[in-house]
């Protein structure tokens, strides 16, 4: 059986992602997901084992916060942040969590603990990420995928100028998702630049799109 595994999607789903799933028996996404449409997506590759991320709102709630089950004779518990994971990860094969939006695997004993990352919108130069597992006769192979990064499909004038109107709402103090919809924009680009005109206090556009990569 072949997993496909990944979190922290935030509204998107880039096509190297779903080629990079092509093939796999069961999806396994750790939260964050942000709309149904991208569980809907999925679910033409496979079938879509989900739990319910910080950032998914209400129509996230039939959503299970963790999920503790058994795929291909292993026994599998996922949830969204690491804060949530019992205390005794023993009893598993295979511990899945998101969040941090960047790629750890480990093993304690015969337990494999794993965060595919983020293969969403690229946060600052982390690597945008996803994995696949092997599952054969009990024992488990992971994969760490790496998708390359290219700059965001918007032509630089255009995110020039998009950057400057996030920055003067911010001002005006408007949220993320006020700009977003007052404006029309990607609610997960508009919440980029806020974030890093925030931690980056008197950074300027051109700042801006160079920690963004563009």
Not at 37 to 58: E, M, S
Request: proline share 7%.
């Amino acid at each position: 059986m072949k997993l496909g595994i990944l979190s922290d999607t935030h509204n998107l789903l880039r096509p190297q992602v779903l080629s990079a799933l092509r093939g796999v028996d069961v999806i396994l996404h750790a939260g964050d997901i942000s709309k149904p449409d991208i569980l809907a997506q999925l679910k033409r590759t496979a079938p879509v084992f989900a739990v319910r991320g910080n950032n998914d709102r209400n129509w996230a709630e039939p959503l299970p916060v963790y999920r503790d089950f058994v795929l291909g004779g292993v026994r599998i518990y996922m949830t969204h942040r690491k804060q949530d994971l019992p205390g005794d990860l023993s009893p598993f094969d295979l511990v899945i969590v998101g969040h941090s939006h960047r790629y750890t695997e480990m093993q304690e004993g015969h337990t494999i603990l794993l965060n595919p990352g983020s293969c969403g919108p690229r946060r600052f130069h982390q690597p945008i990420t996803l994995a696949t597992a092997e599952v054969t006769d009990g024992s488990i192979s992971v994969t760490r995928i790496e998708i390359p990064h290219t700059a965001p499909n918007i032509p630089a004038g255009d995110l020039r100028t998009q950057i400057e109107l996030v920055l003067r709402e911010s001002d005006r103090g408007r949220s993320p998702g006020e700009i977003a919809q007052r404006f029309g924009m990607d609610a997960a680009l508009t919440e980029q630049i806020v974030r890093l005109y925030v931690t980056h206090p008197g950074v300027s556009v051109d700042g801006i799109m160079r920690k963004m990569g563009v």
